[in-house]
């Protein structure tokens, strides 16, 4: 069964840090594009940071550069995004996909999503 599935949310207030972890099971992630996305009430899903294990590549939404890193271990099957300096703002679900994206920041290049972590930065 392929499955990935996402952890490490939580409560943080602002100014502070968090990890999400995005581990794959039933694929390898080598061979594909990963995203981080994020839904918040009321808006629409948005992409904060893809890579393309194989190329390398990598995007960063404007709102989280030089706050957000994308990085993986490739004996955990796992890709994380580690989250500093978090604004009220940040505040969302995330969600992990997986797939063969041709535009790392189109959803509709992922085929492979998880179930969500919820982030809240509240004081």
């Known amino acids: 069964q392929l499955q990935l599935v996402e952890s490490g949310g939580g409560l943080v207030q602002p100014g502070g840090s968090l990890r999400l972890s995005c581990k794959a099971s039933?694929?390898?992630?080598?061979?594909?594009?990963i995203g981080w996305f994020r839904q918040a009430p009321g808006k629409e899903r948005e992409a904060v940071s893809c890579?393309?294990?194989?190329?390398?590549?990598?995007y960063y939404a404007d709102s989280v550069k030089g706050r957000f890193t994308i990085s993986r271990d490739n004996a955990k099957n796992t890709v994380y995004l580690q989250m500093n300096r978090l604004k009220p703002e940040d505040t969302a679900v995330y969600y992990c996909?997986?797939?063969?994206?041709?535009?790392?920041?189109?959803?509709?290049?992922?085929?492979?999503w998880g179930q969500g972590t919820q982030v809240t930065v509240s004081s």
């Open positions: 996909a997986a797939g063969y994206a041709v535009v790392l920041t189109s959803d509709k290049g992922y085929a492979y």
């Open positions: 039933g694929f390898t992630l080598d061979n594909y594009a």
């Open positions: 890579i393309r294990l194989s190329g390398g590549d990598t």
